[in-house]
């Protein structure tokens, strides 16, 4: 039997529902473009803390609070997660990929993985060499996404065919989430599944202290992130709020190989970190700083020469230019099955948003100056 972790002891019933459905959601598969299921889960969780929903024809979800009202206040992260594609079918039975998203070949080796057909779902593996067969000029030395190969023990093309596998199936790790230490959840996916649920949060928190909001909220899940921020411009968009709180993760610079003098100086474990950046709205930044500061929330600081690289962007620059700003999760290990975040910093991220809106009125103005 599976052993529960220790935070589960201590929780009150919504605490648990909740841990239980963060661990449902990061395991449910969500690679970009496939995103429906994981957005179905999402909303079925958030349905007693919203008032309305919808999903576009790409499948962005939205939760909305308090509908009707003239101004309106997006929080939001990104439900998509890098994956595999087929491309190509040997003679040999055996099958290559490339990538959906920012998928990386180097960690693939010797990975479990689900290849989703029309058939239901196949297990396969990423096979490689044995270190005894590869020496240092060897070819197979560096796994690159040229070289990487799926096996899912089949001995010719016709009996991958007829498997249900075929080019344009997708494929994701089998990896679920856990958690080391009392501390850290890990997995894959919590890029940003993590800020997916960090945002369910919120609405809870809204829904539990009996907040009226003097204006509409959408919760907005994002599809289509890892691919250049698609999902999030389609929905900017369509809902034109005022003002955007976007989540998404960053790297923590404090694990081997990283620089922070170049990446900046970022951990787990000191509190979300608040982008400066061009897209970032500085009056907006301002009302989030002083909400960190009323309420003692520790933050970091990162900044960004150009483009943030999250949605932020595509709220920003949305065909009615919206302020936005970025809470971002530090996060070891980015784009592998082992990412890491701290309880602690999930929960100071969640307290942050929730307290940056209960300072937002209908009558918070983000332009820079209205008089000459």
């Given amino acids: 039997m599976e052993k529960e972790p220790k935070i589960m002891e201590k929780m009150s019933v919504a605490d648990k529902r909740a841990q239980e459905f963060l661990k449902e959601y990061i395991n449910n598969t969500s690679p970009t473009g496939f995103e429906a299921p994981g957005q179905k889960l999402w909303l079925k969780y958030l349905e007693p803390f919203m008032d309305e929903w919808q999903i576009d024809d790409y499948g962005t979800a939205v939760a909305t609070i308090n509908p009707g009202k003239d101004y309106s206040v997006v929080i939001e992260a990104h439900a998509d997660e890098i994956s595999w594609f087929v491309n190509y079918i040997s003679d040999k039975g055996m099958v290559r990929v490339i990538k959906n998203g920012g998928s990386d070949g180097t960690i693939a080796p010797s990975k479990r993985v689900i290849i989703h057909t029309k058939k239901g779902p196949v297990e396969g593996v990423f096979g490689w060499p044995a270190t005894h067969l590869r020496g240092a000029k060897h070819e197979a030395n560096t796994p690159t996404v040229q070289k990487i190969f799926l096996d899912v023990g089949a001995s010719n093309k016709e009996e991958v ?212």
């Fill in 161 to 372: 065919i007829d498997m249900g596998i075929d080019v344009g199936c997708v494929v994701t790790f089998d990896d679920d989430l856990i958690i080391l230490n009392d501390k850290y959840y890990c997995g894959r996916s919590l890029d940003n599944k993590i800020g997916g649920y960090a945002i369910t949060q919120v609405a809870r928190k809204i829904k539990e202290n009996k907040i009226e909001l003097p204006f509409t909220l959408h919760v907005v899940n994002a599809v289509q992130e890892e691919v250049g921020l698609r999902g999030a411009k389609m929905i900017a968009n369509r809902l034109k709020p005022n003002a955007a709180i976007v989540t998404d993760v960053t790297h923590d610079t404090s694990t081997p190989m990283i620089k922070p003098v170049e990446e900046g100086d970022i951990r787990c474990g000191e509190g979300p970190s608040l982008a400066f950046a061009p897209a970032v709205h500085y009056k907006l930044l301002d009302l989030v700083m002083e909400a960190a500061a009323e309420h003692e929330i520790p933050y970091q600081r990162s900044a960004y020469y150009r483009a943030t690289g999250t949605d932020t962007d595509s709220f920003a620059y949305s065909d009615s230019g919206i302020p936005s700003v970025l809470l971002s999760m530090p996060l070891k290990y980015m784009h592998t099955t082992v990412e890491m975040c701290d309880k602690g910093d999930v929960e100071h991220i969640i307290n942050l948003m929730y307290q940056t809106l209960l300072k937002i009125t209908p009558k918070t103005s983000f332009k820079y100056f209205d008089k000459l």
